[in-house]
């Protein structure tokens, strides 16, 4: 069965800083990968997908994720963080004619000023 | 405008009480979904309707009863609940059932307390 990892629990980074959130998944063929995103208060929010194709996808709000296969990952990335990137985010994987998705347990993003 | 939309936002009830969830899409999919997330725990898949029908029930307890009279609407219904059961409980639709090809849409959920 297929699993997520996010190694980050809570990750502070300072307002205009590089991010990157990471995420493993365990699954044996190509998965299908997913970022949320979800703000206080808020359902979760798609940020971006991986299905198949270039393994450097780009998302909403800036945001991009790079799949990499030898390492498993597909992490999330964004070059200047604003303020109103404080949220959780969560990574999930899926696979090919999957019902559900596995989620990860969420890395909590807070912006310093 | 989320296009998924849950009531209540909050609920506080007690371990007696009967009480029932909604969910509404506007979105014209087929596919509807009930989540459970709990502090420090993945999100948890309880339930999956296609087409009005059930395809799955992740072993949840029977004190959770979902109902979904049509594509549009989903309903969760809660009877002699446990404080361990308090938690956001997320609907999410999706267009078609495999999720490779169409992505879940999530409500703002619904904060359930038992006391």
């Known amino acids: 069965a297929q699993s997520v990892t996010q190694p980050d629990i809570h990750i502070t980074v300072s307002e205009g800083a590089s991010l990157e959130l990471r995420c493993n998944y365990s699954y044996g063929a190509t998965p299908y990968l997913f970022w949320y995103v979800q703000s206080p208060g808020q359902g979760l929010q798609l940020l971006l997908k991986?299905?198949?194709?270039?393994?450097l996808v780009q998302g909403i709000k800036g945001f991009e994720a790079e799949f990499k296969r030898s390492q498993s990952s597909f992490n999330l990335r964004k070059p200047s963080v604003h303020w109103s990137d404080a949220a959780e985010y969560f990574c999930a994987v899926g696979t090919q004619g999957a019902q559900k998705l596995v989620f990860g347990q969420g890395t909590r993003l807070t912006i310093n000023p | 405008e989320t296009g998924v939309t849950q009531t209540p936002r909050h609920l506080v009830m007690g371990m007696t009480n009967k009480k029932s969830l909604k969910c509404e899409q506007h979105?014209?999919?087929?596919?509807m979904y009930w989540y459970k997330q709990s502090a420090k725990k993945p999100l948890e898949l309880m339930f999956v309707y296609n087409f009005k029908e059930q395809t799955e029930n992740n072993s949840v307890p029977s004190r959770f009863s979902p109902e979904c009279p049509n594509s549009s609407h989903l309903f969760l219904h809660l009877h002699t609940l446990q404080p361990e059961d308090s938690a956001l409980y997320l609907c999410?639709?999706?267009?078609?059932?495999?999720?490779?090809?169409?992505?879940?849409?999530f409500g703002n959920g619904t904060r359930l307390t038992v006391t």
């Open positions: 979105l014209g999919h087929n596919a």
């Open positions: 999410a639709s999706s267009q078609e059932l495999a999720i490779s090809h169409s992505p879940l849409h």
């Open positions: 991986y299905f198949s194709g270039d393994t």
